[in-house]
């Protein structure tokens, strides 16, 4: 344990650690030594309140929700979108994320609320719910379910939708990355309801330099990589990169500096700090990759759209 504080105490550059609660530590130590930490697994954006020093790798809960809205409203008017969540304080929070993506993404002239469908969570059924009223009768209605905790509320939605489409009513439905580990749900649903997730990480095995990474893995290691092997090997190479070129003070030029990787694209921006009005303060507080890849699936696979 001394060597390792002793490591930790000299390091200009920190990658890790996996659980949040070490994040945390080891934040605040980045924060007093001047080192500087890059969280490779929490999307959370209180790790480290005040913090240049801390980077963080995965976008937040509102950074996919932003991302959503900014595919969904280049192709979509007002009046085919609609949200859809539990009826919670958790999952209604998510319609405010979304709610502000739509007013930033034309500019704040349109303040109109999103339509919006809450659902009890003791009446998953949806027994209730009429969905045929929120079609646009022209072009596609957008449905856009900022939920994931309950995978029998994704599966009743889907298949509600589904039977209330009918023929002729064009949909598009957009979820959270979690969607893609469901086990219950019929991907048949997704299919034939053009499903979108967002996602912080893609890695296209049709991609020839993702195959040719997979072969020199498996050649040195003798086993197939993992999503962390991908996201492992990228990191590395990004932030040796950055601190070769920059120095030990190198994020303050992550904004200028964005690239494509095996398993994402890195687009790193400051995080600034709010007043105790809500108003932004220009101090950055942290930064953050808000990349976040669109994913639709068709053809029975994921494939990236942005």
């Given amino acids: ?32 030594n001047g080192s500087i930490l890059v969280s490779p697994h929490s999307a959370s954006a209180n790790i480290s309140p005040n913090n240049p020093n801390y980077i963080q790798v995965k976008p937040s809960l509102e950074t996919h929700c932003q991302a959503i809205m900014q595919h969904v409203a280049k192709d979509h008017s007002y009046d085919q979108i609609v949200l859809v969540a539990l009826n919670n304080d958790a999952e209604k929070a998510r319609f405010d994320y979304l709610q502000k993506a739509w007013q930033i993404t034309n500019g704040n002239t349109d303040t109109r609320e999103l339509k919006r469908i809450t659902v009890d969570s003791n009446r998953l059924e949806m027994g209730s719910v009429d969905l045929a009223k929120y079609f646009t009768g022209t072009g596609e209605t957008v449905f856009i379910v900022p939920s994931w905790s309950k995978e029998t509320f994704i599966y009743n939605f889907l298949r509600k939708l589904d039977i209330a489409k009918g023929q002729y009513n064009r949909v598009a439905v957009y979820g959270m990355p979690q969607w893609m580990d469901y086990e219950r749900i019929d991907f048949d649903y997704y299919e034939k309801l053009n499903v979108h997730v967002s996602s912080s990480v893609f890695i296209d095995d049709l991609n020839p330099d993702i195959r040719a990474f997979k072969r020199r893995y498996y050649d040195r290691f003798g086993d197939i990589p993992n999503e962390e092997a991908f996201s492992a090997y990228d990191l590395t190479r990004y932030f040796g990169r950055m601190i070769h070129r920059y120095g030990t003070r190198f994020q303050y030029k992550l904004e200028s500096s964005p690239e494509s990787f095996l398993h994402t694209e890195f687009k790193f921006n400051p995080v600034f700090q709010t007043g105790t009005t809500g108003t932004e303060i220009r101090q950055v507080d942290h930064w953050e990759n808000q990349f976040v890849n669109i994913l639709r699936f068709q053809n029975y696979r994921f494939s990236k759209v942005n």
């Fill in 1 to 32: 344990m001394a060597r390792t504080n002793k490591d930790v105490n000299s390091a200009h550059l920190i990658i890790g650690p996996y659980l949040r609660s070490n994040a945390t530590i080891l934040a605040e130590k980045a924060r007093s």
